[in-house]
């Protein structure tokens, strides 16, 4: 995430770094250089600490074996590109080694420039390791103004359904992005354009067809609704 906003020209929130060491090596060297290591994440490869405020963690190349449950089994691995193919989206799925050079195995900058969405490898594992990604695809359309591609739609609405095996309290901080961020319209319409709305907000599903069908409106009702939370402070 931190490569792609740096290569966007946005300051990241946090900074991510991944390494082939282990975590009580992570660990070491931390307290070497007089810092305090934060260990919560230890067993799943991460150690993290503070540098001037921000928060950096230090991840040890993993991949990920999910066995019906989002805390997956972790495997640590000596490849950043192993460590990357176990990303959601390739625009998140970038690396930079520590001479400035771009590691990108899954034109993640290609999809950047063009401002697609696109799982990396095959959208169906991505989804059934973690249905919430499909929400978060709909949330960069909304941060970013990036479109999914045709491919990455299609699998949504395939998998949709599954969006109701994970809690609401997750998906309200994906909406929340949403709805506070630049562009809550795009997301909105993404959510609808992948039929997610159907299971989250029905509420709001039942608008998309809906033709109001009256002189006094000059949109669809939800047209309607878009452009009123578009006009409404992202607070």
């Known amino acids: 995430g931190c490569v792609r906003d740096m290569l966007l020209g946005i300051r990241p929130k946090d900074f991510d770094i991944a390494t082939s060491a282990k975590p009580d090596e992570i660990e070491a060297a931390i307290r070497a250089i007089k810092r305090r290591p934060y260990l919560t994440g230890k067993r799943f490869g991460t150690v993290a600490f503070r540098l001037e405020g921000d928060l950096i963690e230090i991840t040890t190349f993993r991949t990920e074996k999910y066995l019906g449950t989002r805390k997956p089994e972790v495997e640590f691995v000596r490849d950043i590109v192993q460590d990357l193919s176990r990303r959601d989206f390739t625009v998140n799925a970038m690396a930079v080694d520590e001479k400035g050079k771009l590691i990108d195995p899954f034109s993640g900058h290609a999809d950047l420039k063009a401002e697609k969405i696109r799982f990396v490898g095959n959208p169906s594992i991505r989804i059934n390791e973690d249905p ?70 029905p509420e709001i599903w039942i608008q998309v067809h809906y033709d109001q069908n009256s002189p006094y409106h000059s949109l669809s009702l939800f047209e309607h609704t878009k452009k009123t939370v578009e006009l409404t402070k992202n607070d």
């Open 132 to 201: 919430l990604r499909m929400l978060r695809a709909c949330r960069l359309s909304a941060q970013f103004q990036f479109v999914p591609t045709a491919e990455t739609k299609e699998k949504i609405r395939e998998n949709a359904v599954k969006i109701l095996n994970i809690s609401h309290e997750r998906w309200t901080q994906e909406l929340d992005k949403i709805l506070t961020s630049t562009h809550p319209h795009r997301g909105l319409d993404s959510l609808a354009q992948t039929e997610l709305l159907r299971f989250i907000l």
